[in-house]
Each structure stands twice: as structure tokens, then as C-alpha cells.
């Protein structure tokens, strides 16, 4: 009867203890793989390592991981809380641009994630500084640096003026990685409320007209108005890709009661919507 | 529908088969002044071949329920029965082969050459059966079979030159026969600019050049057994289709195959023929000929095919089976890149045909019983399963833009059925046919992406859901013959249940640059195609005759529209004289206003014509060997024309004087 209680336990301790043996025996995995590291700032006794697919940040949605390291110890800190303030720096003003909290990663000790949308930036590629501020065992730290942003070759992000005079910023997420298929898109919209706000836009529609002027500016069929996902705040829509090369997808921005705030029909006459973003593959 | 299918079963086993022959076997040495050389010489011919030295194209075009739908000078495309080469099996000795051209640019017949071949069979609606499944019927180019006649060394050149577009044809045969050996090989090279339609005007890219060769081989094991190889490689180049916004920078072939023959004697068993083959086909268009075009593009397409065969014939009591077991598989790809004009923009590319895997396998039965004299009853039965595979899962995602259901693979049971009552008098003969048949999509009904079809301007999306078309046929044909007086009529119903044609997908832009739109293969309910032809002749005298054909041919859908590529009232009128060593024959040949024209399927009315032609030919025997001379004028009045099968209507040859010299060395 006892060992019936017993016997469990001690498998289960068993199990434990080995388990917790292994994990501090072998190498600890990289948890940054398949992630190039995009600038390392020592700030005292910390580094921080942004990290993401490319290396380097570009004009438009930019995934971001990051890890924060204690020198002292050579070991990444799992319990800071981060936050950041990207500036762009103009002749006679500043602003900022859409950006993410940061948070944990899914299933990773010693990563953090959050998303920035630079919707422009110098040719030079200067202009940007990133503000970070964290927090660790209680204290509070920060540091400002400056970085490059890369103008992307296509345009995947707009800045524009709507018709109820509010601006706006549009990014393309998805795909990132077309195919001549039916590919799901996101983008997010942003409302630019100040020079440093730019809250989420919920429930609008964005019409979705996806041409290839390079080739009598044909569209393709069975695409879907993009709408608006409340679990993580973008807009969805089905784009429809019958061959590779440059696509221009035509957008028309709809407020919840269907006005057009952006973004014209695309006509014989009219080729293109003054709202748009590219994609090339 | 199944209970059709059971009753048409019942009749054809509890018969145990026939089928009357009505098979259009247009053998060599039919013709009076060629039967000397052609027989040795192989070529095909028939009593309405002018020129030795003409193209497959325009010796099928001589069959009566054969058109050729030409796009150009070159690679005419065959019908049968008014239906066009997705309803057609067409093999090359039983050998499984398709083209690799997603616009139809290659029909098969392009890439055999009259060299290569013995005799041409053509098989009316479910009597071509006996190597696939087919609605239209069956055309099988037959190579000749090894001869181990002891004949020795013999050779023999072909000249030909034609005037209008300075056609040159040049060919060289060499054959060796030995007791137990046998090899054989010939050349041909034909080349072709740009002809003259009527009144001198010039057809632009209506060019050719084209040269095949071929070598047979064969062994002869024991008296019982023998075996033989085969190669024919063919490469066309320059290729103009003036009907097209493209032309062919190449088309090139290489068909191979090896055949094992067991001929007992004295026994059921009369033959029995296995071959395993294997022929590559490389497509590739161009146009970087033309001066406008929207955009320019790649096309290439390639197709690869394996198979095997095994037939054997038994002759029993009064009863003669053919027993057919064979299987192919086939690899179909094609691409498409356009280059865009603004050279910032990438290159724009596409699967076409995404890598499209056949593999079929299936068995054919047929029994001639001779049940009585001059009766005959001919059934023949081929069952098989055919599956796709779309090898590319680009294939797969991009069809699902149009699909959303759609599976990488599908599979599907075809069955074909037919019998035939015959009875042959001394002056008449009656046959009544009835058959089923089913065929699977072809890979660009099932398949294609965005492929352009200039006839209807309109871009063509497959679609892998498609049901199997399915056929019931009649057909009938009776002749008699009068003292000097012969006449005779062909005809024919199909029945056409889930017709495949392409219907507008609305609101779908085209891809092509100034197309009307999309059409999505689909199917009709049904649809009705009949033709009907009537042959007579006359004897006036020992060199005097004269011959005449009329036909009529009827097709329509169950959408009430009619169908397209359906040919208008015929005629064919011809008086022919001849004497030993000398014929000549003048020819009257033209159609009616096409009135039943379907401009609903992009076609337009297409004016009555007709041509006169005048044919002459001279023998000469001689101790250094025999010449055969044959010369004469295409479209003497040198008129303007195109007819219903001509694409887009461009013109056909104006006034052609040509000359054809055969020489056989002694």
C-alpha cells in the first residue's frame, strides 16, 4: 500500500533530478539561432544584443529579438523587463514610429521579442537612435544609441494622410516568403495620434487589389479584403500570387462604417491606388 | 447510364467479340504508280498521295474524317471525327508519346517522319482503342518491321523542291537484309521560307527547317524469335507559326525503343510482340523574331515517356484475338518567364504544365469472329487505371488559387467498349458499330496554368476535379459498287457526356497582355457531334475515272451553342487518268460557308472556297535503277482562302508548281 504512494515519488524525483542534471551538463542550446545579430550595446555592466533574420533593420515591419547579458557572469538575465523608444531625428522635429511591447519569447529563457515599424529613413540610412530601458533585480537602467535603418528596396510600409486627417502607418507582415499560391497577408495599422503614439487601429477593412504592371497590370482572383484579428491586433486577408515578379498591392482603407478614407478602384484609367505596398519574389 | 454500360457489356461477351475492321488502314503500294517502289522503299502512300516526298500532315489530311488544324506550315495538329488531339490516342507504333508544347505546337505526327514510317493507322472513335483511351479515335504510326529477306544492300534518294516559299526536301534511304540480320537507315531534311498565300502575299513566319534520322536494327535469335532497336531523333528549328503570337526555336525528339518478336508456327499463337520504349521530347519557343510583343517570354516544355507494350494474336477456330497489355509513364513540364520591360522589375515566372506525372496501365481484348461467310462481329474491350500526379507543390498551391479542393494525386478507372456487325457481299458491304468509351482529362485540361489560347484569346486554367469524358458512338457504313459505279457512306454519332471545353471564369483578369479573359476547364452536360460522308466513283473507261466525296458534319453542346472546330459542308471532286508508267489527276477540292460557326468559342465565319490542283506523275525502269517523277500545280487559279481549321485564319498556299524525283538504285 505504502510503496503504491512511494513508488511514484521516487521516479519522480528520479526523473527530476536527472533531467535537471542534464540540462546543466550539456552546452545550453542557442536560443538565438538562425538569428543574425543586428548591434550589440554594452551599457556598464550589461550588453544587449538586438538579433534578427537579416542582420540589419530595414524601412518597414522589423521582428526583433533581443537578449540582455551580465558581463560579470557571461550569462543572459531571464527576468528583466524591457521596454523601448525608437526617434527619428528631422531637421526640425523628431518622432517616433509604431512599435511592440517586449515581452518573453515563446519557449526561450533568455529572449525577448517585440516588433518596430520604421516607415522611413535617410538615404544615408541615418537618423534613427533607439532609446532602451530595462529593469533588473529591481533596478532601472537606460541607454540611448543610434542605428542604421536600411531603405528596403520595395515599398512595404506607408505613411499617409486619410481623409478624416489623421495619418497613418500601413506594413506589410506577411508573406514574407510568397509563393505562387493563395498566401495569407497581414499588415498593421497604426493611427499616428502624436509625434510618439501610434496606437493599433481596430476594425477597419482594407480592400485588397493585388496587379502586375509589368504585365498589363493583371490581377489575380479569389483575394480577400483584409479585417481586423483582435487576438494580436492585425489585419488579415487572403492574397492570391499567380506568378513570381513585382506585385503592387493596390490597398482602399474603409473605416468601420465603410467610408474610404484611402485609396482609389483600380480602372482601365486609374492603374494604381494611391495606397499601396509591393512585394517581389 | 449503367445500365447502358451492363447492356453494352452483355452484347460484347455473350458474342465473344468482334469488331469489324472499318479501320482506315492506309497501307503502303496502293497506288498504281508507286506500288513498284513504295514496297520496297516503304513509304507511305495511298491512292491520293501526290508526292512522294509530302509530310505525315498532309498524308493523314487525306483520310476522311481526319483535318489537320494548322497554325503554321509546319506540325499541323490532327482530328478526328472533328475532335482535336485531347480526344485522340495517338501513338507511334503503339508507343505512348506526348508533346511538350502546353499551346499544341507539337502534335506527335511532327516529330515521325514519312521515312520512318510503314503505314499509317487511323481507327474511327472507339475502333482507335488499341493502344488508349480515346474519344475521337486512334492514329498509329507504324514503323516498318525487320526483313530478313536475303535482299542485300538497296538504296534509294528522294528530291523534292516546291516553289512557292522554296521548299526543299532531300532524303536518303540505305537498308541492309541478311539472313539474319537487317539494318536500316534514313534521312530526311526539309526546309521551308516564308510561302506566298494567294495574290503573292507573303504569310510572315511561316518558315521551317527540319531534318530526322532514324536507324533500325533487328536479329533474328532463332526462327521463332527475333529482336530489333529502333531510334529516331528529329529536330526542327526556325519554326514560324504565323497563326501564333510565337514561334519554335526547337522542337526535338529522340524516340527509342527495343522489340522482341515470337512468331510460332503452327500454333494458336501467331504472334507475340513485347517492346519497352523510351522517347524524350524537348519544346522550346521563341519570339524573339517578332519585332512586337507585349512582353517577351520564355517557353520551354519538356516531356518524358516510358513504356512497354505486349501484344499477341490468336487465331482460333473463327475467331482472331489481339490481346494487348501495356503501360506508360509520362513526365509533362513546363515553364513560362516573363521578362519584364521595366528593368528594375524581376523576371516573371510560372509553372505551366507543373511537372505532371501519368502513369497508366491497362489491357485491351479484341475478337474478330468470322461467324459466317461474309458476316463478321468484332467487339473489343481495354480497361485501365490512369492516376496524375502534380510533382511540384508549387503545382499544387498554385492550381488551389482556382481549386480550393485539390489533391496532388488522382486516380480514375477508364473503360472502353465497342462492337461491330459486319456483312460483306460481292458488290456490298454493311457495317453498324456501337461503342463506349471514356478518357481522362489531358494535362492541360487537368492541369495547364494560364496557358494562352490565341483562337479564342483567352488564358486556360486546368482543373484536376474534371470527371472523365465519356462517348456513346454509333456508326455506319455501307457501299456498293454498280457494274463501273461505286458508292459508299460513312457515318458516325458521338454522344458526349461531361464534354471538356473551357468556360469564362468571371471576373478573372488574364495574364496575358490583350487576352479577353479566363477560361477554367470545365464540362458540358453533354454534347452531339455527327458526320456524315459520301464516297462514289465512276470508271468511264480503262484510263478514265473519276471520284467525289461530299461530307457534312454537325456539333453542338447542351448550352445550345455550337461547337468549335466543326468542319462546314465538304466536297472533293477528282479526274484521274492513267496509263502504265504515266498518271495524271485533276483535283477540285473545297468547303462550303461555315454557318454553323461557334463564336462563342472565339470562332468567327469562315467564307466557302475551293482549289483546283493538278497532279502528274511518270515512271521510268531503267538498267540503272528506277525513277519516279511526280510534278504538278497546287491552287492553279492561285486563290486566297483559309478554311475552318486554319487558326486564326491565316491563308493557305497560293499557286505551288512542284516536282518530286525518287530515285532506287539498281
Known amino acids: ?281 | 447510364m449503367k445500365k447502358l454500360i451492363t447492356i453494352m457489356l452483355c452484347i460484347l461477351f455473350s458474342s465473344l467479340g468482334f469488331s469489324q475492321e472499318k479501320k482506315n488502314e492506309q497501307k503502303k503500294d496502293t497506288t498504281k504508280l508507286e506500288e513498284v517502289v513504295i514496297k520496297t522503299r516503304r513509304k507511305l502512300s495511298s491512292y491520293r498521295q501526290e508526292k512522294t516526298l509530302s509530310s505525315i500532315d498532309d498524308y493523314l489530311e487525306k483520310s476522311n474524317n481526319v483535318t489537320m488544324i494548322k497554325r503554321g506550315n509546319y506540325a499541323w495538329e490532327p482530328t478526328i471525327n472533328n475532335m482535336v488531339s485531347d480526344r485522340l490516342v495517338v501513338t507511334i507504333d503503339g508507343m505512348q508519346i506526348f508533346g511538350a508544347c502546353t499551346d499544341k505546337m507539337d502534335p506527335i505526327t511532327s516529330y515521325v517522319d514519312v521515312s520512318n514510317l510503314e503505314k499509317v493507322t487511323v481507327g474511327s472513335g472507339q475502333e482507335g482503342t488499341e493502344n488508349g483511351h480515346c474519344v475521337g479515335g486512334g492514329i498509329d504510326l507504324q514503323l516498318p518491321t525487320s526483313k530478313f529477306n536475303e535482299s542485300g544492300l538497296k538504296t534509294s534518294a528522294d528530291l523534292g523542291y516546291e516553289t512557292n516559299g522554296n521548299f526543299i526536301a532531300t532524303g536518303l534511304d540505305l537498308e541492309y537484309s541478311g539472313q539474319k540480320f537487317f539494318i536500316s537507315a534514313d534521312g530526311i531534311f526539309r526546309k521551308s521560307e516564308n510561302y506566298d498565300a494567294g495574290n503573292n502575299l507573303e504569310v510572315l513566319y511561316s518558315q521551317f527547317r527540319k531534318y530526322n534520322i532514324s536507324l533500325q536494327s533487328g536479329y533474328k535469335i532463332s526462327e521463332n524469335h527475333s529482336v530489333d532497336a529502333n531510334i529516331i531523333y528529329d529536330r526542327a528549328t526556325d519554326v514560324g507559326y504565323p497563326a501564333l503570337p510565337m514561334d519554335v526555336s526547337l522542337a526535338e525528339a529522340l524516340i527509342t525503343s527495343f522489340t522482341h518478336n515470337y512468331n510460332p508456327e503452327d500454333k494458336a499463337l501467331k504472334t507475340l510482340e513485347t517492346k519497352l520504349y523510351f522517347n524524350t521530347i524537348t519544346h522550346i519557343m521563341d519570339d524573339t523574331k517578332r519585332p512586337d510583343v507585349p512582353i517577351r517570354m520564355d517557353m520551354p516544355g519538356w516531356s518524358d515517356t516510358f513504356g512497354f507494350y505486349s501484344k499477341a494474336d490468336v487465331l482460333k477456330g473463327q475467331h482472331h484475338f489481339t490481346f494487348n497489355l501495356n503501360g506508360f509513364y509520362n513526365k509533362s513540364l513546363a515553364e513560362m518567364t516573363m521578362f519584364s520591360n521595366n528593368p528594375n522589375e524581376p523576371d516573371m515566372f510560372m509553372y505551366t504544365w507543373p511537372d505532371i506525372r501519368t502513369l497508366y496501365s491497362g489491357i485491351f481484348v479484341k475478337d474478330d469472329w468470322h461467324f459466317a461467310d461474309g458476316k463478321s462481329l468484332s467487339s473489343s474491350v481495354r480497361l485501365g487505371y490512369h492516376t496524375n500526379r502534380i510533382a511540384k507543390e508549387v503545382g499544387v498551391e498554385s492550381l488551389q488559387i482556382f481549386h480550393p479542393n485539390i489533391d496532388d494525386q488522382q486516380s480514375r478507372f477508364l473503360m472502353s467498349l465497342a462492337s461491330s456487325y459486319n456483312i460483306k457481299k460481292e458488290d456490298s458491304n454493311i457495317a453498324f458499330g456501337l461503342g463506349y468509351g471514356e478518357r481522362a482529362p489531358s494535362v492541360s485540361e487537368g492541369y495547364g496554368f494560364f496557358l494562352f489560347n490565341s483562337f479564342d484569346n483567352y488564358d486556360y486554367i486546368g482543373n484536376p476535379n474534371l470527371k472523365n469524358e465519356k462517348a456513346l458512338e454509333a456508326n455506319f457504313n455501307f457501299s456498293k459498287t454498280y457494274d463501273k459505279f461505286k458508292i459508299g457512306l460513312e457515318s458516325s454519332y458521338f454522344y458526349i457526356m461531361d464534354y471538356i471545353i473551357g468556360d469564362i471564369a468571371q471576373n478573372v483578369s488574364s495574364m496575358t497582355i490583350g487576352a479577353n479573359g479566363v477560361r477554367v476547364y470545365t464540362a458540358l452536360d453533354n454534347a452531339s457531334i455527327f458526320d456524315v460522308y459520301v464516297n462514289s466513283s465512276y470508271t468511264i473507261s480503262d484510263r478514265f475515272s473519276v471520284n467525289g466525296t461530299v461530307g457534312y458534319n454537325y456539333g453542338r453542346g447542351s448550352n445550345s451553342e455550337n461547337l468549335p472546330l466543326i468542319r462546314p459542308f465538304s466536297y472533293f471532286a477528282e479526274l484521274n487518268y492513267n496509263k502504265p508508267k504515266f498518271n495524271a489527276s485533276l483535283q477540285l477540292d473545297g468547303n462550303g460557308n461555315q454557318s454553323n460557326y461557334s463564336s462563342f468559342y472565339g470562332e468567327n465565319e469562315t467564307a466557302s472556297y475551293a482549289i483546283l490542283n493538278l497532279n502528274l506523275g511518270n515512271a521510268f525502269y531503267g538498267e540503272k535503277g528506277r525513277t519516279i517523277l511526280k510534278y504538278g500545280i497546287e491552287n492553279i487559279l492561285d486563290a486566297n482562302y483559309s478554311t475552318y481549321a486554319d487558326w486564326n485564319n491565316i491563308p493557305r498556299q497560293g499557286r505551288n508548281f512542284y516536282i518530286n524525283i525518287s530515285y532506287v538504285f539498281p
Open chain 1, 1 to 281: 500500500m505504502k510503496l503504491k504512494y512511494i513508488l511514484p515519488l521516487v521516479l519522480l524525483v528520479l526523473v527530476f533530478s536527472c533531467s535537471t542534471d542534464d540540462d546543466d551538463n550539456t552546452n545550453p542550446v542557442n536560443e538565438v539561432e538562425g538569428l543574425l545579430l543586428v548591434k550589440e550595446i554594452v551599457n556598464g555592466n550589461q550588453t544587449i544584443e538586438l538579433f534578427n533574420k537579416k542582420g540589419m533593420f530595414e524601412t518597414g515591419y522589423n521582428e526583433i529579438s533581443i537578449r540582455l547579458k551580465d558581463n560579470t557572469t557571461d550569462t543572459y538575465y531571464e527576468d528583466a523587463i524591457l521596454s523601448w523608444m525608437p526617434i527619428m531625428q528631422m531637421p526640425t522635429m523628431q518622432h517616433s514610429c509604431p512599435k511592440s511591447a517586449i515581452t518573453k519569447a515563446d519557449g526561450k529563457d533568455t529572449v525577448y521579442k517585440g516588433f518596430i515599424i520604421y516607415q522611413m529613413t535617410n538615404m544615408d540610412s541615418s537618423g534613427w537612435s533607439l532609446t532602451l530601458d530595462y529593469t533588473i533585480d529591481g533596478m532601472d537602467y537606460s541607454l540611448t544609441e543610434t542605428i542604421n535603418v536600411m531603405q528596403y528596396e520595395n515599398q512595404n510600409v506607408a505613411s499617409f494622410m486619410a481623409s478624416d486627417d489623421s495619418r497613418y502607418i500601413l506594413a506589410l507582415i506577411e508573406p514574407k516568403d510568397p509563393s505562387i499560391a493563395i498566401n495569407e497577408m497581414k499588415v498593421g495599422l497604426f493611427k499616428m495620434q502624436n509625434m510618439m503614439t501610434f496606437p493599433v487601429v481596430e476594425d477597419y477593412t482594407i480592400a485588397l487589389d493585388p496587379r502586375m504592371p509589368g504585365m498589363g497590370n493583371h490581377s489575380s482572383p479569389n483575394n480577400t479584403d483584409l479585417t481586423y484579428n483582435s487576438v494580436d491586433n492585425f489585419y488579415y486577408g487572403d492574397l492570391s500570387l499567380t506568378m513570381t515578379g513585382y506585385w503592387k498591392l493596390n490597398l482602399k482603407l474603409m473605416n468601420s462604417g465603410d467610408d474610404v478614407l484611402k485609396g482609389e478602384d483600380v480602372t482601365e484609367e486609374n492603374e494604381a491606388s494611391s495606397l499601396y505596398l509591393e512585394l517581389e519574389f
